[in-house]
């Protein structure tokens, strides 16, 4: 600690300066002066902890010392003893008005000074440590207030802030909002990736959101104007006006503002983003119901396209114009069912022409395609199968449908289910195909002394003979009645290398006329079985 000692009376000052064991108590003197003139330009260079003052000084006496060092910025925490031959009361008063932390009267002992010097250093390093603290804790408020003020803006918009609680909450993280205060909000956000771009992939929308928000927040940033990101990781705008600020012309700065986002947004970012906007300003407490406006204005790209600012507009309530006849239906089921996917897409195209594309709103074309979606369902579960095991990954858009944003959007996903059907069917079948087959390969080895056709073994496995000649056909690549043939002559062959007699090759093999086993087993292996020795 730094310790400057101001007072007139030489000796004393040079016994104050030198004959206190200052430094065994970490105390440094860094200048003994005079007179309060001299301690302020000696205070100018030397940084002063702890001030020892006398009173009546010439040039500039202690009080006056004491005044200009506390109207000095960095001079609030110095601590300032007063040293006086003086026990005036008006003295000590003003003392007390400027903070001074101890008054003692000449002649003072050696020990009540150096208490007195002690005792403001430990308080001065006790209020360096809260001050550091306090410094600490103001960074990190300021290093969190964006965090702080994004979640405010969450919670207002998803109303759960009362309107007592939007001005409470607002001050305590720096956003000016009074009593009269008018809101309103916009929703921006990226549009749906194409399947075929070579940039991006659906994975990647989660960085281009916060590539849209850092460019918003340097584009849009200024009074008035909130960007933050809502819960769902689009670009929320809220945009705050003063009680007399005209609402047109405050609407007019909120297209202007999005306008100037979306423009950039495809220049620098190379890709389109859309935007929904309320219906116009309104109070702080119905900031949630204007925001409700902007996202469903934002849905409605999924009718108009992408690239654009959609203002939210009263919907009036009709009876739905979206119809899907149910001949198409039918051709798509079946074209499904027998995994046929070009007759599917092609029924899937007129179910598409007759809902989606004569929708005029979201809710009509969101309703076309649930429409189609629990067509798909319906043909699933009659399999069997669970829905998330045919479609993958899109079951994300069977859950919420309105995580479609866009007609491409939509039409992909469509001809993906199409195609993830058919495709499950066929692997389904083929799956199927292999335990019939396995069945019959079973009945053969086990039966191979047996007469056996194709018609018994169908007649067996509750099949069709026909079904099931083409089915082992397509999986072993020769007919039933080959495979058998090569099965028998394999075990005759076998019989008789390891010694046995041609009738009892014949009865293993199933044949009861030995001389038609003879004929047989001459014409298929180019030697009579009495020629097949060991």
Same mark, same amino acid.
């Given at each position: 600690? *730094? =310790?400057?000692? &101001?007072?007139?009376?030489?000796?004393?000052?040079?016994? =104050?300066?030198? *004959?206190?064991?200052? %430094? %065994?108590?970490?105390? %440094? &003197?860094?200048?003994?002066?005079? *007179?309060?003139?001299?301690? =302020?330009? =000696?205070?100018e260079r030397k940084r002063v902890d702890i001030a020892l003052v006398d009173i009546q000084m010439p040039e500039m006496d202690g009080l006056a010392l004491i005044g200009n060092l506390r109207r000095q910025q960095d001079r609030s925490r110095m601590k300032i003893i007063i040293l006086s031959g003086h026990d005036n009361f008006e003295y000590a008063r003003n003392g007390i008005e400027f903070g001074v932390m101890k008054y003692l009267l000449k002649p003072a002992g050696e020990g009540d000074i150096l208490s007195a010097v002690l005792s403001a250093a430990n308080e001065l390093r006790e209020d360096m440590k809260q001050w550091q603290t306090g410094a600490e804790l103001r960074q990190k408020w300021t290093e969190h207030l964006p965090h702080l003020q994004n979640s405010f803006f969450q919670h207002w918009v998803g109303g759960k802030y009362a309107r007592w609680e939007v001005l409470a909450r607002g001050a305590d993280v720096q956003v000016d909002v009074t009593d009269g205060t008018q809101a309103a909000a916009a929703v921006v956000d990226i549009d749906p990736v194409p399947e075929d771009s070579p940039r991006f992939g659906s994975g990647d929308i989660p960085l281009l959101q916060f590539s849209l928000l850092c460019l918003a927040k340097e584009l849009l940033t200024r009074p008035g104007c909130w960007v933050c990101g809502d819960a769902q990781g689009r670009v929320l705008l809220v945009f705050l006006f003063e009680p007399g600020d005209d609402p047109n012309d405050a609407m007019l700065r909120i297209h202007d503002a999005v306008d100037k986002l979306l423009f950039h947004t495809k220049e620098v970012l190379k890709l389109t983003a859309s935007a929904g906007i309320c219906s116009g300003t309104g109070d702080i407490g119905d900031l949630h119901l204007l925001y409700e406006q902007a996202c469903r204005a934002l849905q409605e790209r999924i009718v108009y396209g992408q690239g654009i600012a959609i203002p939210y507009r009263e919907q009036e309530r009709r009876e739905r114009r979206v119809r899907i006849g149910s001949g198409g239906e039918q051709t798509l089921a079946i074209a499904l069912e027998t995994a046929d996917e070009q007759k599917a897409l092609e029924a899937l195209i007129v179910l598409w022409n007759e809902g989606y594309d004569r929708a005029e709103t979201s809710d009509e074309a969101l309703e076309s395609v649930l429409h189609l979606q629990s067509l798909f369902v319906r043909i699933i579960q009659k399999q069997g199968w669970m829905v998330k095991d045919v479609v993958r990954d899109d079951i994300v858009y069977f859950q919420n449908v309105k995580l479609l944003g866009s007609k491409d959007q939509t039409w992909s996903l469509l001809v993906r289910t199409v195609r993830h059907i058919c495709d499950y069917m066929q692997s389904q079948r083929k799956k199927t195909s292999h335990q019939v087959v396995k069945q019959i390969l079973n009945i053969v080895e086990r039966e191979l002394d047996q007469e056996m056709t194709l018609h018994t073994v169908a007649d067996r496995l509750y099949v069709n003979p026909s079904y099931l000649s083409r089915l082992f056909k397509q999986e072993m690549g020769v007919p039933f009645s080959a495979y058998v043939l090569e099965r028998k002559m394999e075990r005759a062959k076998a019989a008789l290398l390891e010694g046995g007699k041609v009738y009892d090759a014949a009865r293993r093999t199933g044949y009861r006329d030995v001389s038609y086993f003879t004929k047989v087993f001459r014409k298929y292996w180019g030697v009579t079985p009495g020629e097949m020795k060991p």
């Open positions: 600690m *730094n =310790l400057m000692i &101001v007072e007139d009376e030489p000796r004393l000052r040079s016994a =104050l300066a030198h *004959n206190m064991p200052w %430094e %065994e108590h970490g105390i %440094e &003197v860094v200048g003994a002066v005079p *007179n309060g003139r001299e301690a =302020l330009k =000696l205070a």
